[in-house]
């Protein structure tokens, strides 16, 4: 049971991984629009009203902007650090595979309200319930991440665990930068 929670990637990857893990990007993406959730960055919860803007694609557009960034810095990473064949297919699978847990952190998002830059302690006390309650879904992701690309890239020894954090990293960055410029293509920021 813990393989298939931590670490499906050893019988599962390829077309399969890559079919199931868009099933469950598609799936959060549209609770998360329901729930107001966003997932804009690789390691971003952020919940956040967007009544004004009434773009509903932002939810999958964020969430496909993360799986490629996501993708092509793991990829480029076991190109540069492996000395195996890496294939995208498995890298792009085992992403957006690992992926899934956040579901359950858009699901949460219909139990809290957003908070922003307020004195109201009832909206700051449920933002901080949010954010603690969704993070076990997050340490959850960046784990089923880790083994995602430990299998595709088959680094081992002590600098996958290096190379998997700083690449992590890189990734968080990117992707936020890449949401803001969806955002300005939108015309939201």
């Given at each position: 049971?813990?393989?298939?929670?931590?670490?499906?990637?050893i019988?599962?990857?390829?077309?399969?991984a890559?079919l199931?893990?868009?099933?469950?990007?598609?799936?959060?993406s549209?609770?998360a629009?329901?729930?107001?959730?966003h997932?804009n960055g690789?390691?971003d919860?952020h919940?956040?009203?967007?009544?004004?803007n009434h773009?509903?694609?932002?939810?999958?557009?964020?969430s496909?902007v993360?799986?490629?960034v996501?993708?092509?810095?793991?990829?480029?990473?076991?190109?540069?650090f492996?000395?195996?064949s890496?294939r995208?297919?498995d890298v792009?699978?085992?992403?957006?595979?690992?992926?899934?847990?956040l579901?359950?952190?858009?699901v949460?998002?219909?139990?809290y309200?957003?908070?922003?830059?307020?004195?109201?302690?009832?909206q700051l006390?449920?933002?901080l319930?949010?954010?603690l309650?969704?993070m076990?879904?997050?340490i959850w992701?960046?784990a089923?991440?880790?083994?995602?690309?430990?299998?595709?890239?088959?680094?081992?020894?002590?600098?996958?665990i290096?190379?998997?954090i700083v690449?992590?990293l890189?990734?968080?960055v990117a992707?936020?930068f890449a949401c803001q410029?969806?955002?300005h293509?939108?015309?939201?920021s």
């Amino acid at each position: 049971m813990k393989q298939q929670l931590f670490n499906p990637f050893i019988r599962l990857a390829g077309g399969k991984a890559l079919l199931l893990g868009l099933l469950g990007l598609l799936l959060t993406s549209v609770v998360a629009l329901l729930s107001q959730t966003h997932f804009n960055g690789v390691l971003d919860v952020h919940k956040m009203p967007d009544a004004a803007n009434h773009i509903y694609a932002l939810y999958f557009i964020e969430s496909g902007v993360v799986w490629v960034v996501c993708t092509l810095m793991f990829y480029l990473a076991g190109l540069i650090f492996s000395s195996s064949s890496i294939r995208i297919i498995d890298v792009a699978g085992t992403m957006a595979l690992a992926r899934w847990p956040l579901i359950f952190a858009a699901v949460i998002g219909f139990f809290y309200h957003y908070a922003p830059f307020t004195r109201d302690l009832g909206q700051l006390r449920g933002a901080l319930i949010g954010a603690l309650l969704t993070m076990p879904f997050t340490i959850w992701m960046v784990a089923l991440m880790y083994n995602a690309f430990t299998v595709c890239c088959n680094i081992k020894g002590g600098r996958n665990i290096m190379v998997f954090i700083v690449t992590l990293l890189l990734a968080e960055v990117a992707a936020l930068f890449a949401c803001q410029y969806a955002y300005h293509c939108l015309r939201l920021s």
